[in-house]
Each structure stands twice: as structure tokens, then as C-alpha cells.
Nanobody, 119 residues
Framework: QVQLVESGGGLVQAGGSLRLTCAAP????????MGWYRQAPGNQRELVAVISNGGTNYADSVKGRFSISRGNTKNTVYLQMNSLKPEDTAVYYC??????????????WGQGTQVTVSS
């Protein structure tokens, strides 16, 4: 099973910034839709931001603070997180989705990266 690779998590004070990076293995199929989810302890995994040919979409809780973008390298996506709050503390997961030529959908996940925001 192909796994996406995330980096950039860590510990930051409230009001600070972090940038997460996610990449698929080199020479992998094109992944047109990529995004970020997060899961805090005791909570369900939730969508943070997604980017596709149709544009971007954000959770209401991060609008105006987070920005998702694609890199120049194929199948790379970034999540710029500004004005971080303690409630942003979670494990952040990269997600990718594509549809093969035969119509079969595929979904890929990263291993997760911890983001901790101290008050």
C-alpha cells in the first residue's frame, strides 16, 4: 500500500506558525486531489483543507489562518498554518485521492505528524 510522507510537525506556542509538507513517492501516478485531515485525542478525524483542480476548501475553524497549496514537484502539497491555537493540537494526516483509468477510486494516507500548540 502506497503511503504519503509528511513532515513539518512540532511544538509551537500559540500565535506561531508551522508548515506541513506531504509528498507521494517519486514517479507515482498523478494525484489530483490532496488534502489534510487532523485527529485530536478522543475526537474523530476531520477535514482541515483540500485542494484539487476545482480549487480549495477549508474547515470553518481554520479559514483565514491556514493555507493549502501544491508544490512545483508532482504530488506535493503544503499546509501553511498561521495564528495557531491550542485547539489546533492534533495529529495531522495527509490524504490523496485519484481515479484510475478504469474508474476505480484510490485513496492514500500518510503516517501522521504531530502538531502541538502550547498556550
Amino acid at each position: 500500500q502506497v503511503q504519503l510522507v509528511e513532515s513539518g510537525g512540532g511544538l509551537v506556542q500559540a500565535g506561531g506558525s508551522l508548515r506541513l509538507t506531504c509528498a507521494a513517492p517519486p514517479n507515482f501516478f498523478n494525484i489530483p486531489t490532496m488534502g489534510w485531515y487532523r485527529q485530536a485525542p478522543g475526537n474523530q478525524r476531520e477535514l482541515v483543507a483540500v485542494i484539487s483542480n476545482g480549487g480549495t476548501n477549508y474547515a470553518d475553524s481554520v479559514k483565514g489562518r491556514f493555507s493549502i497549496s501544491r508544490g512545483n514537484t508532482k504530488n506535493t502539497v503544503y499546509l501553511q498554518m498561521n495564528s495557531l491555537k491550542p485547539e489546533d493540537t492534533a495529529v495531522y494526516y495527509c490524504n490523496g485521492r485519484r481515479t484510475a483509468w478504469d474508474g476505480i477510486p484510490y485513496e492514500y494516507w500518510g503516517q501522521g505528524t504531530q502538531v502541538t500548540v502550547s498556550s
